[in-house]
């Protein structure tokens, strides 16, 4: 499917590897229209960032979940069109439910925005009512 997008979480065991250069295993994930459709674990082969960045890449994946990652396999995945997002703990499907909420909802930021664009919209709605139930009474 052309929506579908493949998530790569860099792991130790079950959970986000503390460090990417370090990880045991990537966890796949094809996600289709905000669901997690297929799930794979690859193991870390150790091949040199822009080796492994190519593979991923083969493998479609297109963001890849870290706790901490080194500049050079950083490079390496976004030569190679692979969005990198960094901070993240807890276990790989987790992670990944995260990754998709806010990729689904919009960023923080977005979100406050569209808060405050909703209490202003309803203050202005309420404004005016009662403007209009005033003007009428007198």
Not at 1 to 22: H, K, T
Not at 40 to 64: G, H, I, T, W
Not at 118 to 124: C, G, L, N, P
Request: proline share 4%; hydrophobic share 45%.
């Amino acid at each position: 499917r052309e929506d579908a997008m493949r998530i790569a979480v860099a792991c130790q065991g079950l959970d986000v590897a503390p460090r990417f250069a370090r990880s045991s295993s990537f966890m796949c994930y094809r996600v289709d229209r905000g669901m997690f459709a297929d799930c794979q674990n690859m193991p870390n082969l150790s091949f040199p960032p822009a080796q492994l960045a190519q593979v991923l890449k083969d493998l479609d994946v297109s963001v890849m979940i870290v706790n901490r990652i080194d500049p050079t396999s950083e490079t390496a995945l976004k030569a190679a069109g692979i969005e990198v997002q960094a901070g993240y703990t807890g276990t790989a499907s987790a992670a990944a439910r995260t990754y998709i909420g806010r990729t689904l909802s919009g960023t923080h930021e977005e979100l406050e925005h569209r808060k405050r664009f909703r209490r202003y919209a309803i203050a202005w709605h309420v404004e005016s009512a009662l403007g209009r139930f005033f003007v009428s009474a007198a």
